[in-house]
């Protein structure tokens, strides 16, 4: 099986434990983004996975592409050219205190990409899957066009596709977002959301819940999850539904409906390590589920057990593999040493 | 708006992350100090902050004066002389093992300072508000005097004076303390104490309380808060109420008595970063809000808040802004992570 | 008071933080081992503390050596020789994540020790206690002799015997265990397990518990003590409770069974930094207090505050004093900074 | 006396020690550009220092002047404002392995700064010094003209003005910089150039010197100057002369043409630990000098000396005193431990 | 152009710094091996590079892949089972002291690989060259005979054979080197060796030279090359020439025989960071330039260039490209930073 | 044989690397003191070595002791008291840039103990060789007393004496040190120096030699050995001579004059990791080839090797074993690869 995603990978610069950026003289350096690491994530799984992007020649666009290659990821469709990498900064939170996160991500190679750069019909030679999130689109206007294009390209050949909406308001206002997204998501199977993003993109809110204050009121977003299918026919629809007690703990589950009925899965408790990357992991463990032809409730237990151990891992990518998560899903979140 | 501190800030070195200091061959190095953590507080709020001291001349003396810079506050008053400067070494506990503190502070320039080191009369030139802790006192006889000095000046000229009790068993005796912060407290107007100052210093004690199990009865420190305002006519009361369910989780909260009605906080629930210098983060949002007039009930909230993200924060500064602390307020602590 | 323990010190390769093996490029490099770290903690404890063990001679085997000697152990009948120094790697869980071990001791200097290696009669001059666990006679078939060998010396000298049953899946079989043990226990005056050993070596099962679920049922383990004490007629045998809630929590507790009664120990609430090590350090909990004629309750008592503490530290070593684990023992976990 | 500088700082993000870009997966974090480089310099000989810049609000930018004023440096004329803060990556080489800097400075807060940001009426109150270099006006056309306003203003104040021409070809073309600077420099009193600039920005070529061959002639140099100070009417021009034998070993002189006769400073054999900043540390100490009315012989002596001593320190800035300097004019180049 | 490499990929284990093992807690690790530092290189300068091995399932095998993969190799004929992965430990030595290495190799996956984990004539498939080292053949006999059938179905294929001479005294006598290595190099096209490798391995000896005194008399090891040739046939020889003036400096310089002619290289004054796959480096230029043709001279300046430029490189790894080492070639060794 | 050294062990805090004071945000934290040296130096030859202290109860004091013990020094004779660690911080210098020394050593445990602390009849049992330094007698008058006390219970038990005059300017006047070394060096057998020791405490100059201009006339110095010989009856004694070409390259060798003769070492070239405590290996060195009965030649050869390398070795102590002296003794100082 074979999947492609595309989008942005950034560098991240992150302060040394809970350090401030006001405190910190070193950073961390890692990559990620939403599509890379999805991308991750299934070659990590052992799927064949294909990560479709932009990065300059000189060594820091090198030492992205070289750490896809490290994880497994099939780096032969990124072209190389522009200016620079995208940055995000990344402060780490904890109890009552918010992670930050400050973005340099403009005039990155990939948001200055042209539809010139990207041959999908070769790119999508025997693939299965095309997974791309709604920051991409936002970038430019250019890639915008250049995910419709691809989108397209996809349907053509028969390739499944999902979709994270993934709102951004520093990359595009409200108006925007839907405008675009509502035409991509013409395209899209699988759409896959958080408990804001809905409400963000289409206006589509849940009742009875504030993120702010932690209160998550499940029921209601069987009824998000039903309006976005009804709006754009998705086979699928999942939800990740975070309560934030505070930086530290973290409440976490999801729900999918499929077109017909809504599935619930199990909910964890986290201590967060690092929870940047989390709804991606969620869509990564969603997408192997599902080419892998797991039953409804598996699929939704699968993406959140995948998630779940994310939050355990330092940096944007999920490194764990289908045996961990088949551990959690069957119930042993105790956590006692491997030996 | 001008406030000036007085006392001492040490280096502190401490272990990385949980290592004890039997198991150390590093030590993070940063500075700290009762009312230099308060000074740095203040500098973060937009106050002009000056913290006043003494310091050898030394590339160590200048490393402390460097860091109170950086941070933006007012070093033009350190007076640079003496033999040492004073360490604090800090093991950070968890779970059920406590933190510990191992001081060597003695001899150091401040503890060694004179009367004719400090011209309090240009000094307080424009000043608004004077603060120092009842650590400066107890470094030295000739210190005690020297705070006397300052609070008549202030005094004088009309500077409002804030005082945190602040006792240190290392320092000197509950007799010492009582005699001399008693003569000092008649120029006080606001008073800071934590759950046990009052109790060490003017054997004023909370009923139904032991701090060592975690209990604390937060009623009858309203009446503590009282019979202190009833000693020494403070204009205001405020006292830390910390219940320590473990070096990793405390509960946090404050009340504060205006000399007519107490005032409770908001209770925060902490998972501990590093919990030095709360008490201090504490005083510096008081005196912020005092400053610019906020009413007792949000004089309170701010100061609570400011020391609940704290203890999210190494080392002994609070490096938070005052939109960070009224978000807090405003009552988003779920962490969510802010893009 | 004298006490030899018999075994392997390993090197342990941790990756930093929570780090995973597949994203680290350094490692922490401690050493440690289930009677190693029982040796140092009666260090630490004051007790004269001897570990028996073969080190190759080149310097990782004196890094070993040179460990053991600055936490106090005497490490003169330390025999030098063979090739390699067993290494356990380790990544620390989080949360729903579990730590992880892989062993690389195979072929080790005491792995392929040979009974002319040790002279019992020596080494036990003037000792009082002999420690092992059931690890040293997994490691090879003349390691197990070489246990007996010390075992019948010992009995012979009227030293008392303690042994950790221990049972590490990927030594041996249950059954070779089961085999080995059972001859080895019959010398064995203090029984040490966890809630797994029993049912591992020797088939005795706690009814309605599951470990991986985090259930416990306590009332259960003293028909497992008092089976073990039927069957070998152990002076003591003590038993530790350890409920998984995650990785990052568990609740720690303990039974002591003295051959008439039980006695159960308070239970605490651990939020772990690293848990390895914990079953030894309350092993050499349980043998101070048996040392110093503790009664069964406070003997229990100590035991586990130890190993509570122990869980709070980082590396195999319990680096506590004996003044720390009292003042725990009398009730003060609330981790108030000692100053 | 009191000294503006203007310019860029940057965020500078380097590999550990050695390491290649390809390797890195931490960077140390800090601050410099050329005019930042000379204020910290002149902050540490007791200059009054101001350095005059634009830097956006968020954190990043606080960094960048946090760590100036942590220095002395006097950051009240840096604007806040614009999108982000320009970076430079840098991995150190070492033997034959050149050192590597990667700029992504494009689109800087300073960069997009706009004529009406800086008042520099007002900046340049009491004011008895102006330095500026060869990268300012090359950042962007607006630059080059508030160059020049400034320019205007510092010389209708009698203000002495030096600039260093510091080409940068990554910049802008040999064209530009002859044509913008050749518009600046009739405004300047102090020109300071390396052993490449003058050729560069003005064509003006040394003979017998090949500089990737480590051969430097020093007498054709003295005629370079001469030229410049023909050109410009200088009232002085001193030139650095780098002799690279590799990264690690460099021999280090200069010269200075004071419009009637050439001086030679000694020549230094550098063990290098960071050579960059080694330019702008030399600019500082010529400052210092001739602000000081050193005498030509003793300006350029301190110009190399501050600046051997920049080799020998991490970072851009030159964290060294004037007693530092003296001591190596004076001949004690030993590097005896100074206890 | 692709080239297989066979042989084993180590974890290397090395304190920080100059740190010695006996003050070392932490250790860096990296991945190398004569045979994969060959593979990485030539990856790094754009050939098709396959290393052939094989590695434990454990994710410590799979850290070794990853990294291999990371830097661009084909690591998809790399077996997965036996037991460890092999380790050294490398302690750096600086001036007179030595670096000092312990090798933990015995029994790793690779040493214990079996004639049927291999299938050369796939592996083979489409390759222009086969590299391998006397350390292969040395770890097993079994590896001497697979050696041996790569090697015949090598020229089977019409596939040019280099060989490394590395002998190892840890690993084989003189003795069994000897005849198996002169079984071997019957097959080999390309020899390369060290100053010592030719007298360990066949006994032939270069007048007038002692390495311990750092005296190289590289006239006699035209002798060396000439008696290498003569006695195998080869359709080169190359002799890498290491005059060891201390630990941190060395000459380096080397010859090739072509059969006729003997090229001198020029020689380079390295300043070492790290001396450790200088060797390899060497031979990856060899096979870099014979690949591509290059004549005999500029085929020596490269394989000295680019193993010049390795000695200021971290790790076993050179990460240079060819374009560095051109401009090596070309004469630019003056370190002048590349902005 | 035993050895017993007296003096000051001291925390030592360096920044990382090359890093100043003021750029420093960690410290390394390692243990070192003139004796303290010495004692590790004999521990690692071989020979039973006492090290005489005092240090206080706390953690820091049991740090300090643990890191000889760790070591191999017997620490039984320690004392344990007193309020504080005495303290040192140490600068890297390099290149011009010397290296920087700032003491906090006053009233430490050792220089507050009393004669009473140390029973030298106990302490002297069954001991061949006592060594102190300069700098014990001159921490303060009591130390002095002590010192005197100790030498002669040590001549009337037949110990032999070694002083190393390690004269410190910071720790009282040549007045005071030439009244108190006089009367100590009464009792001494050997007596070390450096180029300048003799200079500072009895007034005796070598001609023709200016240390900071890195030049040392070798013959003078036998004039003045001769000198101290005639003074004092010494048996043996040993100066240094350090030229200082740089902070990061010296040449070292050094003079004995047994009384008859002198002999010089060969001169070694070091590239300098660490000089602090360089002194005090030669001292360890001489007196270990002095207790071996080795001639006059091969004693200085030993002792200058052994201080060589310690030059490539982080911290005081000087890990090195006796087997890597007698190899650089023969010769091998082309630090080639120990494999």
Known sequence: ?????????????????????LQADHYEATFGGGEANVAVSLANYGIESVFVSKLPKHE???????NLRRYGVDTSNIVRGGERIGIYYLEKGASQRASKVIYDRAHSAIAEATISDFDWDSIFNEVDWFHFTGITPALSCELADICEIACKKAKEKGIKISCDLNYRKKLWSKEEANKTMSKLCQYVDVCIANEEDAADVFGIHA????????EIHHESYIDVAKQLHNQFSFSGVAITLRESISASDNNWSAILFDGRKAYHSKQYKLRI???????DSFGAGLIYALLNKFDAQETIEYAVAASALKHSIEGDFNHVSIEEISQLVKGDGSGRVQR
Do not use: H, W
């Open 207 to 214: 009742d009875y819940t504030n993120v702010t204050s932690g």
């Open 1 to 21: 099986m074979k999947v492609v995603s595309f989008g942005e990978i950034m560098l991240r610069l992150a302060p040394e434990g809970y350090l401030k950026f």
């Open 273 to 279: 390590v690092d929870r940047v990357g989390g709804g």
């Open 60 to 66: 820091l666009g090198q030492c992205a592409l070289n």
